[in-house]
C-alpha cells in the first residue's frame, strides 16, 4: 500500500516540485495539497493521510500552529507531520518540536532526506536535517538534566533509548539488539508511556538532557 500525504505550501509551485519528487519514489502518493494553514488543518482531518508535509510560512496559520492542531498535546487520533522549511531558525525547529512533528527538513537538504523524512514520519521514526541536529543537541545539552521518569526505565528500554537518540530505525535497533521488530515497538511504546511522551523527537530530546547519550 502506498504512503499517503498531504502537502502544505502556499507556493504552487513549490507544491509541485514536492509533488514531483515524491510521486517519482515508489510506495508514496499525494492525495491533496492545501495552499493555507487553516486549509490543511481541515484536509488533514477528512482525509487522514499518512503523513502531512508542512511548510512553516503560510497564511491564516502557520506550520508550527498546523502541527500543533494536527498533532500536539491532547490531540485526538494524531497525525504525522514533517514540518518542511527555507529557515534555519531555531525558533522554528523548537516550536515543531514541541508541537509534535515527526521531522524538521530544510528545503535545500536534497529530495533524498525528504523522501527518506516521509518515510520514516510514516513508520514511526523521526528525521531532523542533520544540519539541525548538533544544534538542537547542544541546545538540549547545555540545559540542566530532566529528573528521572517516575516509574524507572528497565535495561533494555535503556538500549533502546539510546539507539533512538543515536538516529537508528526500528529495524536497525531490532538486528542490532537481536530482538524482534514487534518487541522494539512493544519497548517504544513503553517508554513514551513511563515518559509521558508523544512522539521519538521527545525521547531523544529526554535521552540527551538526560545525559543517557553524549
Known amino acids: 500500500m ?24 515508489p510506495g508514496i502518493r499525494v492525495i491533496a495539497e492545501a495552499g493555507d494553514g487553516a486549509e490543511a488543518v481541515a484536509m488533514a482531518r477528512r482525509l487522514r493521510p499518512d503523513v502531512c508535509l508542512v511548510d512553516v510560512q ?6 508550527i ?12 487520533d494524531p497525525l504525522r507531520v514533517v514540518v518542511v522549511t527555507t529557515f534555519d ?12 512533528a515527526a521531522g524538521f527538513v530544510l528545503k535545500d537538504a536534497g529530495p533524498e532526506l525528504l523522501v527518506e ?11 531532523i536535517s542533520p544540519s539541525v541536529t548538533l544544534r538542537l543537541l547542544r541546545h538540549v545539552t547545555a540545559t540542566a538534566p530532566r529528573p528521572a521518569p517516575a ?22 535497533i531490532a538486528t542490532e539488539l537481536c530482538i524482534s521488530l514487534s518487541t522494539v515497538k512493544g519497548h517504544v511504546s513503553s517508554v513514551m508511556t ?10 531523544v530530546a529526554w535521552a540527551w538532557e538526560s545525559r543517557l547519550v553524549r
Request: with cysteine; glycine share 10%; charged share 30%.
Open 65 to 76: 500552529e498546523v502541527t500543533a492542531a494536527l498533532a500536539g498535546p491532547g490531540t485526538r
Open 151 to 172: 516509574q524507572p526505565l528497565s535495561e533494555r528500554e535503556s538500549e533502546v533509548v539510546r539507539a533512538v537518540a543515536r538516529g537508528r530505525t526500528n529495524q536497525e
Open 117 to 127: 523524512a516521509v518515510r520514516a514520519a510514516h513508520a514511526g521514526d523521526a528525521l
Open 194 to 203: 513511563k515518559l509521558g511522551m508523544r512522539n521519538r523527537v521527545e525521547i
Open 2 to 25: 502506498s504512503i499517503t500525504v498531504l502537502l502544505a505550501d502556499d507556493q504552487p509551485m513549490i507544491r509541485s516540485c514536492l509533488r514531483l519528487i515524491l510521486e517519482d519514489q
Open 89 to 100: 531558525l531555531d525558533e522554528y525547529v523548537y516550536g515543531a518540536l514541541r508541537g509534535g
Open 58 to 63: 503560510m497564511p491564516r496559520l502557520d506550520g
